[in-house]
């Protein structure tokens, strides 16, 4: 739709001429003139604004680009896009210029002044029998001796206390109670994942789908039903047309003044600054059918009030009739391949603008975020737009900075315009205390144990705060995952490290191509653990990347090695594949429950928390346990989503201690959203709780008994977790 800047007045224009040209027709009492030139059926010229943003205009744009890509008219999420990276083409500065911009081009969006007037107070004048009722604040109340009743929506501003007005005054003049619209907008369970569901071809789990929602009811508290009058004029607060629409289909009410565009009723407002955009997020609904294009009124008229008191209609109002053109609203179509990178400036600023759009929409932890992301998403297009000269990386660096406000260790930034380097540092580290230590070599000059206390230069505590500005995770996993980053470039980095002796030395690396990882460090064979003085005990990875992944060892294997032994070690140090859950399975029992888990259900106007139900082991693995024994169950810092979601079936089953390392802190699926310009963003896309509804978001399980490996154990490749759990079997 086209925008209506520069002209915003609310003047009614009421042209002394017919639409030809030549003199009007008589259409009122005592053949008075009162035929208005036609009107438009355009909503964009026919809506008054809403109030004006109480955030930043930059929060407010992003806001309504949101809605328009989530759940706006049509089934492409392209035009939102392009829509929006014109807008933002030549800079971030949100005005007037960018709303009409953004909606010049668009299907169900235009631009509009903000009306700031407050709802006046309620009033109803008696004129012969015909009770003329102005809706606003406060009560109204039908004079003795009406026979019907006006109600007057011309010029009524759009604030939250609109509809509510409209239904007292309706209710006033009302036995009988009436609904509005039945309405059909998407409705999801989170962000339809755009970017693992293409690039690995994984399961959707979340869906936006049709839906047709039954109107809410209005109340009647009148003492009898009177005929009712609506008059409209030349522009409609949309509260006001959804409820003239609503009457006139439902047959309760006649028209008088001007007709209604569906589209202005089917309209969500959304301030920016002082102006705003109305964004079509639904279609209005008689019998599963939608309304026509546009409501006409049963008598055009610009002066309905001298109409409707000559002629009240107490007759049967009839049913709607015209053309139904507008688009529907039915799924998005979802993407089969990655973006196609780009590098045009608008294009970057709406990634960053659509990232928060979307995680403002369809994250699930608000309540908990780590720090406000309305503020963030203006730090971050500030960095934007400071490096946006440097390339893609600058683009990669806002993301990662406003995305580091969720604390969200499923947070990825994706860019499928970046180079690959075909070589990388041929040493892995991890934290301990505030140092970080060497824990895997592929090099002769640097050994496990050894701490790294400097990179080119800069020193690794500079460098660990340097990354963590756009690392998104738990607070007690920063210093864990920014490590993961620190040679990021920086394949053949000169280094400082101390030795277990105290000795500082310098040493300078070379790429290998293929880096050392910790990730399953400490994986070993399943068996008896006799090498560390327990053969008693049986030892099991749960580990599906390691070297001995569950998946690959024969069952019986695992079967002949718990009947024979005393107790069990199974370790959830890293990811769990489909066998790793039915190795647990031969240890707790299937009734065992996991974590409280819950999905959105997200509709234009409300979010709601759908609760999934609880999960028993006996979904992932059905059968009867086979070992009784003792049981330790080993984690850390590598333990995280679906590996915490085992653990939580362990915790619940009470069949032994957890000790190790705190886990990230990250459970339930990952979603994410393909951005323009060939970026990506991922992020948790569910609630997830302890089993006593207790927090689990950034904090994760806390292990019975911490343990983690010393700089002298790494370099002893001593698993000090291990050793603590056969002590705790001990018999």
């Known amino acids: ?39 438009t059926a355009d909503a964009c010229d026919r809506l008054s604004g809403g109030p004006p943003s109480t955030v930043a205009p930059l929060v407010a744009f992003a806001r309504a680009a949101g809605a328009y890509r989530a759940f706006g008219p049509g089934t492409d999420t392209a035009p939102g896009e392009a829509a929006l990276a014109k807008a933002l083409a030549s800079g971030s500065t949100i005005d007037d210029v960018t709303l009409a911009t953004f909606a010049t081009d668009l299907d169900g969006a235009c631009s509009h002044a903000a009306e700031s007037r407050p709802l006046p107070s309620a009033s109803v004048l008696l004129q012969g029998s015909v009770a003329i009722v102005r809706p606003g604040t406060g009560d109204v109340s039908i004079p003795a001796g009406a026979t019907s009743v006006a109600l007057d929506l011309r010029d009524l501003p759009q604030s939250n206390d609109l509809m509510p007005a409209l239904e007292r005054a309706f209710a006033a003049a009302s036995t009988t109670g009436v609904a509005l619209l039945d309405e059909r907008h998407r409705e999801c369970n989170g962000q339809p994942d755009e970017v693992f569901a293409v690039q690995m071809k994984v ?23 009177l005929p009712i009058a609506l008059l409209t004029g030349r522009t409609i ?7 003239a629409v609503s009457l006139r289909a439902r047959r309760r009410a006649w028209l008088l003044g001007e007709d209604i565009p569906a589209a202005a009723a089917e309209s969500d407002w959304f301030g920016v600054g002082g102006a705003g955009l109305f964004v079509r997020t639904r279609s209005l609904l008689v019998k599963r059918t939608p309304i026509p294009d546009v ?41 089969t391949e990655l973006r196609r990178p780009t590098d045009a400036p608008g294009d970057a600023r709406a990634a960053l ?29 500030a960095l934007l737009e400071a490096e ?9 660096r806002a993301l990662g900075r406003f995305t580091e406000a969720l604390a969200d260790g499923h947070v990825g930034i994706q860019d499928h315009g970046a180079a690959r380097s075909s070589s990388s540092a041929p040493i892995a580290v991890v934290p301990y205390g505030a140092d970080l230590v060497v824990a895997a070599s592929a090099t002769g000059a640097i050994s496990p144990g050894e701490t790294l206390l400097a990179i080119d230069g800069e020193t690794t505590a500079d460098a660990l705060a340097r990354i963590g500005r756009f690392v998104s995770c738990s607070p007690h996993e920063k210093a864990s995952f920014s490590s993961r980053y620190l040679f990021a470039g920086k394949p053949s980095p000169a280094v400082r490290v101390r030795g277990l002796d105290g000795v500082v030395r310098d040493a300078k690396l070379a790429g290998v191509k293929e880096s050392p990882s910790a990730f399953g460090l400490w994986d070993r064979a399943p068996g008896p653990l006799a090498d560390l003085g327990a053969p008693d005990v049986f030892y099991v990875t749960l580990n599906a990347y390691g070297r001995h992944a569950p998946g690959k060892v024969e069952p019986t294997v695992i079967d002949q090695g718990l009947a024979s032994a005393r107790a069990v070690v199974l370790d959830m140090r890293g990811y769990p594949e489909m066998a790793s859950w039915e190795i647990l399975a031969k240890v707790i029992p299937s009734d065992a429950r996991g974590p409280k888990m819950a999905m959105l259900g997200v509709t234009p106007r409300s979010t709601v928390s759908l609760d999934s139900g609880d999960q028993t082991l006996g979904l992932f693995a059905p059968g009867a346990p086979t070992f009784s024994g003792p049981v330790v169950l080993l984690v850390g810092h590598d333990s995280q989503s679906q590996a915490e979601h085992l653990t939580s079936f362990f915790r619940d089953s009470k069949r032994g201690k957890v000790v190790g390392a705190q886990t990230s802190g990250a459970n339930g699926n990952i979603t994410g959203i393909q951005l323009p310009g060939g970026y990506g963003v991922t992020f948790t896309g569910m609630h997830v709780a302890h089993r006593d509804g207790s927090r689990f978001f950034a904090i994760g399980h806390v292990p019975d008994v911490v343990v983690e490996p010393t700089p002298a154990d790494l370099e002893a490749h001593h698993d000090a977790v291990l050793a603590k759990a056969i002590q705790l079997l001990a018999p």
Request: proline share 11%; net charge negative.
């Open 203 to 225: 399961q959707n789990v979340y869906a936006c789908r049709s839906s047709d929602t039954p109107g809410r009811a209005l109340a009647a508290k009148g003492a009898t039903d």
């Open 295 to 335: 409501v006409s009124a049963d008598v055009r008229t610009s002066d309905p009030v001298s109409e409707w008191t000559a002629r009240p209609n107490d007759g049967e109002v009839p049913a709607l009739a015209g053309d139904r053109t507008r688009l529907d609203f039915q799924p998005r179509t979802m993407p």
């Open 388 to 396: 946006l000269g440097t390339g893609r990386a600058a683009v990669r």
């Open 237 to 243: 607060a949309p509260d006001a047309a959804l409820f």
């Open 353 to 381: 603008v659509l990232a928060y759009a979307t995680v403002h929409a369809f994250w699930p932890y608000t309540e908990d975020l780590a720090a406000p992301i309305d503020e963030r998403l203006g730090e971050a297009m």
């Open 1 to 39: 739709m086209r925008p209506l800047f520069p002209a915003f007045g609310l003047v009614t224009l009421l042209g002394c001429s017919s639409p030809d040209g030549g003199s009007p027709a008589p259409d009122g009492p005592g053949d008075v003139e009162t035929i208005p030139p036609a009107a």
